[in-house]
Structure formats: structure tokens, C-alpha cells
């Protein structure tokens, strides 16, 4: 009868009611490995994923190792899973070395989400291959960067001319991602010649000798496209050693604070600040959806804001700079 029905219907609500309450009341705790835990991208993720981790009631903690390398990664790694989080979200510093140390994460039943870069090809949850078993991937898009950093530098060098790509190391799926959106689009500009790439392991005095010794070899060099934070600082700095400011074109990757004045005294003529605190946040909510039984996206891309002289000043800008 129709009594009956409805009294079932309500037992059943008020089952699935308690349910959901139970579930929102375990604190869960996801833990958050960096890149490195010494770089503004990553703490202003950090931020973000925070936030989100006080929205929902969960606790953040965040581990990583001290420079950008598998080798001091997977321990901490490691020693995180060890502790059985309830999620695991990590940027991997190595499409093919972190395979196997995340499959062990998730071999003992932690989920797991990478934020700003990816395993295997990024795509995840396909039921083929081995590094598909991360639930998503959080992340801007890295081959659109490339490219809008390759229009802007082809732009300030006037369509011609010769430049080069400060990178970290092949292996690295950002910032691999980068130069290959980067050459692609620069295919477009026949009269620009791309020298070959300068690869600095993450460290900006690197970048900077790397950039002198480019232009010692090359007294025309136009332009150089650093292609994260610490690419970008040393190639700028190297730039302003060789006393070519404004000489030498740089468009950056990434937005520190010291970007400000590297914009307005024009050594840098635009950087592409990502969203490092969005990623954080829907890293952080992506789990505990997940967590909480529902379905979730295999990949959330967020944003970019490009930033030049003429609009560094703007507050809706500015707030894209990165944390200390
Ligand atoms: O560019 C970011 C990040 O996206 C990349 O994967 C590694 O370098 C940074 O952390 C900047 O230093």
C-alpha cells in the first residue's frame, strides 16, 4: 500500500541521512608531497589546499623533500604511506620513476591524485597500462602554456631572431609539456631559430651561467623562454649580468614575487602566472569527494594569468602572485 511505501522510503532516507553523517564526521587526513617543499608554486598550493582542508573538516599535512629530485622524493614517499592517510596528493617529480613508489600507495588502498604533474601520459583511469591507477589528475595546461609563452616571445623579438629554452630536465611532465607546446607553436615563425635546450636541475645559477654562456656562443640571442620559476629567475638574472636588459627577451613561467620587479624594470617582458592555490583546493576537495563516495573527474585544468607591464599593477592581477 501506499502507507507502507512511504514508510519504508523514510526508514531508507533516514538510514542514508546517518550514513552521510557518519561519514562527514571521520576527520580524514590527506597528505599533500610537493614538488619540492622550497618553492613558491608549491607553497601557494599548500594555501589552497589548506583551505579546502578546513572547508571540509579534513586535515592537510604537508611533506615534501628539499629540491626537486625522485631520489629524495620517494622516501618521503615512503615514509607517508606508512602512515596510511586516508588519500595521497603528490606531484611527482618523474613521469616513469614514481610509478612504481605510488603503485605501492596504492596497492595498500590509499587513493591517489597527482596535482601539477602527472605519471605515465596523465591519463588516467583507462584500465590499460601501469600508471593509470591514480583517480585524477589536477593541473593547469601545460602545453597551452608553452605555446602562449611562445607567442609572447615571438611577439617581443619581432617574429625573428634566435632563442632558447631554459628547462629543468627531460622527465618532468610540466615542464616537459612546456617546451613541447612551445616548439610547436614556435613552428609558426619560420625566422626564429630555436637553439638547443639548456637543462639547469631546478637551480636558477645554473639557469643564469647557462644564459651567459648561450650568449657568448650567440652574440645575436633575442630571447630565452624560462620554463618554470627557477629556469625563469636564473635566465633573467643571467640576462641582467650579461647586461642585457631588455636586450634579451624573457618571458617566464611562473610568478614569484620578485616577478613585480623584474616586469616593471622590463628584464622580464611577461610571465605566465599558473593557479597553484586552485590546484591545491581541488586537489584537496577531489579526494574528499572521492572519500565520501562520489565520483570524480580524471582531470581538473586550471587556470593561467598572464602578466605583463601593463597590467602587473591590477589587483585581480596581482593576486595570482605566488606566496612566500
Ligand atoms: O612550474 C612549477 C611546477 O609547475 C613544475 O612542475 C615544477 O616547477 C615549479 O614548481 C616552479 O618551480
Redesign the pocket.
Known amino acids: 500500500s501506499f502507507l507502507k511505501a512511504s514508510a519504508v522510503a523514510a526508514l531508507v532516507s533516514v538510514t542514508a541521512v546517518a550514513g552521510q553523517a557518519q561519514a562527514q564526521d571521520k576527520k580524514f587526513t590527506i597528505a599533500l608531497i610537493p614538488?619540492?617543499t622550497t618553492?613558491a608554486?608549491?607553497i601557494t598550493m599548500r594555501k589552497g589546499a589548506e583551505a579546502a582542508a578546513a572547508a571540509v573538516g579534513a586535515q592537510l599535512v604537508f611533506q615534501g623533500a628539499p629540491d626537486?629530485n625522485p631520489v629524495t622524493q620517494v622516501p618521503v614517499l615512503d615514509a607517508i604511506i606508512a602512515k596510511k592517510p586516508d588519500a595521497i596528493l603528490i606531484?611527482p617529480t618523474d613521469k616513469d620513476q614514481l610509478i612504481q613508489p605510488l603503485k605501492k600507495a596504492s596497492d595498500a588502498g590509499i587513493p591517489v591524485i597527482t596535482v601539477?604533474?602527472f605519471i605515465g601520459d596523465g591519463v588516467y583511469q583507462t584500465g590499460k597500462g601501469d600508471a593509470e591507477f591514480p583517480l585524477a589528475y589536477v593541473a593547469?595546461d601545460n602545453v597551452l602554456g608553452g605555446a602562449i609563452a611562445a607567442r609572447a616571445l615571438a611577439k617581443a623579438v619581432g617574429e625573428k631572431g634566435k632563442v632558447y629554452v631554459s628547462n629543468?630536465k627531460p622527465g618532468?611532465s610540466?615542464?616537459d609539456q612546456r617546451e613541447e607546446g612551445f616548439k610547436e607553436e614556435m613552428k609558426k615563425f619560420p625566422n626564429i631559430q630555436v637553439l638547443e635546450t639548456q637543462f639547469n636541475d631546478?637551480d636558477a645559477n645554473k639557469a643564469a651561467s647557462q644564459l651567459q654562456a648561450v650568449f657568448a656562443r650567440n652574440s645575436d640571442l633575442d630571447g630565452v623562454f624560462g620554463a618554470?620559476?627557477?629556469s625563469a629567475l636564473g635566465a633573467a638574472n643571467g640576462v641582467q649580468q650579461a647586461g642585457q636588459t631588455g636586450k634579451i627577451k624573457v618571458v617566464a613561467?611562473?610568478a614569484p614575487t620578485s616577478i613585480v620587479d623584474n616586469i616593471n624594470s622590463g628584464l622580464v617582458d611577461l610571465a605566465i602566472a599558473?593557479h597553484p592555490a586552485e590546484i591545491g583546493y581541488f586537489g584537496v576537495m577531489a579526494a574528499y569527494a572521492h572519500l565520501t563516495g562520489n565520483s570524480i573527474p580524471t582531470a581538473i585544468g586550471t587556470g593561467f594569468t598572464v602578466i605583463d607591464k601593463s597590467n602587473v599593477a591590477d589587483e585581480n592581477v596581482a593576486k595570482f602572485i605566488y606566496s612566500n
Open positions: 614538488g619540492l618553492d608554486f608549491y626537486f606531484a601539477d604533474t593547469s629543468v618532468i610540466t615542464t631546478d618554470n620559476l627557477f613561467f611562473d599558473q
